[in-house]
């Protein structure tokens, strides 16, 4: 046979090797992302249930004696490293009874009493299975509740329990302050009639209007830039058709939805350009097509009760090509410089580009973040904190609006050389059809993002408080504990693991900020000694370890790692 044969398999495999360095963000071949997403549900499932066996590790030390025996026990645990008062969502399974008058309940502190309100959002009947170390799964009669409840001062590192009173009754009462309107206390939230949100911070006195919209523009690029077709057409979501719709409202917690019916340009029209240069970015003939595809955005606004920052939930389904969907948020802050989070950092970055910048003159400038981005001018802000996003633009304009993609669809072109590119039109996963989630907070506030909590917040959207429930457990531990508590809250945590030679914890933290900040560490009383170390774990120098505390002064942009030693 012909001797190419003998070489195809070679090249193709040293195709896929060199597409597999991008993998991790998707623009590789389909088959390379389709392996990304089964490695990552694997990762996810371990990750689960590791998670899951160590909180039932935990809760079955915790001394829970006090309480009947029959008591249901509600243990909130905290992974981040400081005390935090939150409303938090749980499901709880209360043993079936036969019909009952009444049928409600609340929450107490297992350890003081003291009663935690709770709201309820929904109940049903409900057979839950039982699975049994020891004998085959059996099903328990039961009715399910779901609840929101406020958490009082759940230790850092740590957790508090409560119990089911069902003598109690659920709490009364609405986050709303008329019509679409949500007011927790710190912050006002509202719906206007196109679908947009405003904010009010009463601290700080900022109030920001016309948020949350949308504009999907055209796309002719690839993975690694975008590029405008020479004839795009950005279509805005103000103007579609918007419904609105209460979900849910109580005195803990209320939720609004949000249902825009947009239409956008199903793909791109090529017009006779050479498809080389636009990849290439030095000019192309394309246009958004005529055709058009229904894009319906559901979004939804969740309040808490003294929370600082608004949740959001925003979902659709994509079937259209080539093109880009961004969230808009008009801050009307008109400043040069904005924040972003970045890898142990949080840097400035130019908004206006002037004449020593290298991005003078240019246009539509994206940055990568980490959890947020933020623009303030030192006396009021207002910063997008994500679970995930990681573009955005802040514009150069007094409305300084904050763009972050939610979707860029683009058509498969490889190249591993300038001026060759290979189309494969047929691999659609790059174009990211189907379902897509996009969980965030907008949160306004005082001062700029290290006075403003924005720190603190993107911890609390990374690291919820979780609810687990349990029966009455008679371990040693008490019914409130922390392992450790970190002061203060803009001092981040990176790691607390165990060292690599098996004695004693590694303690990683980083300040982020531009000034040095003085931190207080809470240790449990069976560590004694410490030392500042290198990240490869060898000896710095000996910290002094005072009746459980331990005080430092972290430089600006440093990161900082500590050995813990027991007795």
Known sequence: GDHRDLHYPLRRQRQMCIRDSDSISGSGVDAIEEDMMNRLRQVLDIGEGLHTRSLAHIQQRVDNSNLPDDAIVVTVFNPAPRARTEVVAAV?????????????????????????????????????????????????????????????????????????????????????????????GVIVAGIENDGTMFLADRKSGASFTSLHYFVDDGEAGHAWMHVRPACDRAVDSRGFPVSIALEEDGPLLARFRVDCHMRVPSGLDENGGDPWQRLDGVGNQASRSDVEKELTITSRFTLRLHAQSVEVETTFENTAECHR??????????????????????????????????????????????????????????????????????????????????????????????????????????????????????????????????LEEADNLIAPLEPVQSGVTRGKMPQRHGFLEITPGVVQLSAYKRAENGKGWILRLCNPCEETIPCAVTVPDTITRAKEITLEELPLKKIAVRNGDISLKIPAKKIVTLLLENK
């Open 92 to 184: 709880i399974d209360l043993p079936w009874e036969g019909p009952r008058p009444r049928g409600q309940f609340t929450l107490r502190d297992a350890a003081t009493g003291e009663i935690a309100p709770t709201q309820l959002a929904a109940r049903k009947p409900h057979w839950a299975v039982v699975d049994h170390a020891y004998d085959a799964p059996c099903m328990m009669r039961s009715e399910r509740f779901i609840v929101h409840f406020e958490a009082q001062d759940v230790p850092g590192l740590g957790y508090a329990s409560y119990y089911v009173d069902r003598q109690g009754a659920f709490a009364q009462g609405t986050l709303r302050s008329g019509g679409a309107v949500m007011d927790n």
């Open 325 to 454: 969907l961004r969230l808009m948020l008009p801050t009307n802050i008109e400043e040069t410089h904005h924040y972003a989070e970045s890898a142990f950092d949080v840097v400035e970055r130019e908004t206006e580009f002037d004449e020593d910048s290298v991005w003078q003159g240019a246009k539509g400038v994206t940055f990568p973040m980490q959890r947020f981005v933020d623009v303030s001018d030192g006396e009021e802000g207002f910063a997008f904190i994500s679970q995930g996003m990681r573009e955005y633009e802040v514009g150069q304009d007094a409305e300084g609006c904050i763009a972050v993609t939610l979707l860029r669809a683009y058509e498969l072109n490889l190249t591993t050389v300038s001026y060759r590119w290979e189309a494969r039109p047929e691999m659609k996963l790059t174009q990211s059809p189907g379902f897509h989630k996009f969980e965030y907070r907008l949160c306004p506030h005082a001062g700029l993002f290290d006075e403003g909590g924005v």
